[in-house]
């Protein structure tokens, strides 16, 4: 079986500052997931990436940048961390379309 | 566009009731339906799909989900739940674009 690995588990951060979190998975999946999870709002997709260097924006980019160098991981940047962000991020990973997804435990960010 | 709707925020039953999660959807072409499962502190598990085919799928653990297009919707039903069930389940809707779109989530409550 495989795995997907979130670092680091807990981020904090000031308000306005760059942050970067990071995904890697060793199931050899094509398409990589990167969600925010509000308390009461479920997931919402930020961004997702169907092969090595593709990105594509989901419902909730604005404020993140993403970046695929490779198959395995998949990181996402905060651009201006704000307090309103607080949330939990989730990674994921597929084969397909039409296959279960993978999730990681999960990224807690913090903004003081 | 598509939209996952969850009615229920929270469900409480006691242990050996039998229990259904409901999940409505809105999109016209053919779509990609499944549940999964997020215990306290943790990740979300894939708990069964539904792409085509007979209506209602089995999944782990007991749970099943009947498919309905005039309905629009794929329910989640237990027939006698365990105190372990407790936890919160989010329906997910894919139409091939390999963008998975989650609904709010019902947290479920087994009360011993």
């Known amino acids: 079986g495989g795995i997907i690995t979130q670092t680091p588990k807990f981020l904090i951060g000031q308000e306005g500052q760059k942050l970067t979190l990071k995904c890697q998975q060793n199931f050899n999946h094509d398409t990589m997931y990167w969600y925010r999870q509000d308390s009461g709002k479920g997931l919402r997709l930020i961004y997702y990436s169907i092969t090595e260097n593709d990105l594509q924006k989901g419902d909730l980019s604005e404020g993140y940048d993403a970046s695929r160098e490779k198959k395995s991981s998949f990181s996402l940047t905060v651009t201006s961390a704000q307090k309103n962000e607080m949330a939990v991020f989730l990674c994921a990973s597929t084969i397909g379309g039409d296959t279960e997804v993978f999730f990681g435990k999960g990224t807690r960010l913090t903004v003081v | 566009t598509q939209t996952v709707s969850q009615s229920d925020a929270h469900v409480t039953v006691f242990e050996g009731d039998s229990v259904e999660l409901r999940c409505n959807y809105s999109y016209g072409g053919s779509i990609y339906l499944s549940w999964y499962i997020q215990h306290h502190g943790h990740g979300l598990q894939f708990l069964l799909k539904?792409?085509?085919?007979?209506?209602v799928v089995q999944g782990v653990n007991g749970f099943e989900a009947e498919f309905s297009k005039s309905d629009s919707s794929f329910h989640l039903r237990k027939a006698s739940v365990h105190w372990s069930d407790s936890a919160v389940y989010f329906c997910?809707?894919?139409?091939?674009?390999?963008?998975?779109?989650f609904g709010k989530g019902t947290s479920l409550t087994v009360i011993p």
């Open positions: 539904y792409y085509s085919g007979n209506p």
């Open positions: 997910a809707a894919c139409t091939g674009y390999q963008n998975f779109y």
